[in-house]
């Protein structure tokens, strides 16, 4: 199985205000961060809030002016699904216009093309053609999140990246979201890079998962093997805080 995303030595940083000060101080957020990911798998990604995961996430998709290391990836436009599906979304503009603006920025695709295109995307993520009329604020939160998925797909990437997709639902629509989630990457032979710091969640979707703490990965393996048989104490931890207990058994 060949990668669609390496990472090797990635450093990053940003400037923050000092206290009492007017000068701007060089933070690193990320540490000597490396990893591969394969095409076709959905790899966690799980760590405390401040842990460096959507850092990790910006750096992905070139969003990070200050880093260093390299990055390769098979997919020239991977696209991100955020957690805020209600702040993601322009509300004064239909979810027609929302989801046909990356065909009118990255190709020259009839009005009409464009349309079919957007609706037979709709279908994808579970919502009828008349949702292209609606605002966003007709919407229902999981709803909202269905559109920010179709819209992260109508350039059909290879590589999606959902930074917390589903923290902001219930757990019912939670659900219902990451089954569409396995859904879609089977459809489209998507790789998804998903980060969360709901265990349970990852554990449900995932076939691999990295455990990030203070912008390092301080370990990675197959689920399984993190869950049952973690090896770092802060692997531990999480999981006697989410309170899974089964690990070490098989």
Known sequence: ??????????????????????????????????????????????????????????AVLNMVPDKSGTIGC?????????????????????????????????SRMPK??????AAEMLSHVGLDEKFLERFP??????????????AALMLRPKLLIADEPVSALDVTIQAQVLKLLFSLKQDFGLSILFISHDLRVVYQLCDRVMIMQGGRI?????????????????????????????????
């Not at 009409?112 to 295109?117: G, H, L, S, Y």
């Open 74 to 106: 098979e997919d020239a436009y991977p696209q991100m699904v955020f957690q805020d599906p209600y702040g993601s979304l322009n509300p004064a503009k239909t979810i027609g216009w929302i989801l046909e603006e990356p065909l009118k920025n990255r």
């Open 1 to 58: 199985m060949s990668s669609i995303l390496s990472v090797k030595d990635l450093n990053c940083f940003y400037k923050k205000e000092s206290p009492g000060s007017m000068r701007r101080k060089r933070v690193q957020i990320l540490h000597d961060v490396s990893f591969t990911m394969e095409q076709g798998e959905i790899l966690g990604l799980v760590g405390e809030s401040g842990s460096g995961k959507s850092t990790l996430a910006k």
């Open 218 to 250: 301080v370990e990675m393996g197959r689920s399984d093997d993190i869950y049952f048989r973690p090896q770092h104490p802060y692997t531990k931890q999480l999981l006697d805080a989410a309170g899974i207990q089964a690990y070490g058994e098989k």
């Open 112 to 117: 009409e093309e464009r349309r079919r295109n």
């Open 137 to 150: 604020g007709e919407l229902s939160g999981g709803q909202r999140q269905r559109v920010c998925i179709a």
